[in-house]
């Protein structure tokens, strides 16, 4: 129809016509590839929130069960740090720190197990494989999933490092420790006989600030980690949650 109209006005030599034409043409490419742009756009907008979506849902379930871990790796350093104060006062005439019990003797006997998650979101792993990462537009949101996957990493490296010729406390000292063939809680440690030996004291003092560099690095990084990812894509999906009640 329009072929037929061109050619017609070319014959009769009507130029202003043929520039109109020409014209309409120009304009139905600019307006197809425009269209075919903001689709694809569209399409990219969508797939960003989709990858955003799942990202959060899986940091939200990691935030929670890595919680109790957390709370526990945490506590596990304080008694450790208890019995070291108890070491440090015994004999002396302020010996005021209460006297340990099982659960200081559980995290003697556990003070060279770094044994937590370190774990990538699958989304993550995902994202930057295939690159689809640059589907994320805000460019502060990319980077921070970047950092996260390069901080798994280095949390790797820090536990390895860490657990590098780490003392297993129970097998160097089986006068001091008698180890339950049932369960860790009920494992015997003869503090009064540990607070005694300087040996004991400085390889309890090494496993301690290993076990305190892990749960603050590694397991309490992490989680910082996830909570500071999660806030953000809180933000960027505009997703509110209700404050429970603690
Ligand atoms: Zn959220």
């Known amino acids: ?112 197990l770094f044994a937590g998650d370190i774990t990538l979101p699958p989304t993550i792993s995902e994202l930057i494989s295939t690159g689809q990462i640059l589907l994320v537009s805000n460019q502060a949101l990319r980077m921070r999933i970047v950092r996260f996957a390069q901080a798994i990493d280095e949390y790797g490296q820090l536990r390895h490092d860490i657990q590098v010729d780490r003392m297993v406390l129970s097998r160097k000292y089986p006068d001091l420790i008698r180890l339950s063939p049932v369960d860790r809680a009920q494992s015997v440690c003869d503090f009064p006989a540990m607070a005694q030996s300087q040996a004991f004291r400085n390889d309890l003092l090494d496993n301690e600030r290993r076990f305190k560099a892990y749960a603050a690095g590694v397991i309490q990084g992490q989680q910082g980690l996830r909570q500071g990812l999660h806030d953000a894509l809180d933000i960027e999906l505009e997703i509110t949650h209700v404050e429970t009640a603690p």
């Open 1 to 112: 129809m329009l072929l037929r109209r061109v050619i017609s006005h070319v014959r009769n030599q009507e130029w202003t016509a043929i520039a109109i034409d020409f014209l309409i043409v120009v304009l139905g490419v600019f307006v197809a590839t425009q269209v075919a742009n903001w689709n694809a756009a569209l399409i990219e907008r969508e797939l960003e929130r989709a990858y955003l979506l799942r990202l959060h849902e899986e940091v939200s379930i990691m935030i929670t069960q890595q919680e109790t871990e957390r709370a526990e790796t945490v506590a596990r350093a304080k008694r450790l740090e208890e019995v070291a104060a108890y070491f440090e006062a015994f004999g002396t005439p302020d010996a005021a720190t209460p006297e340990p019990v099982s659960e200081h003797c559980s995290g003697v006997i556990s003070s060279h």
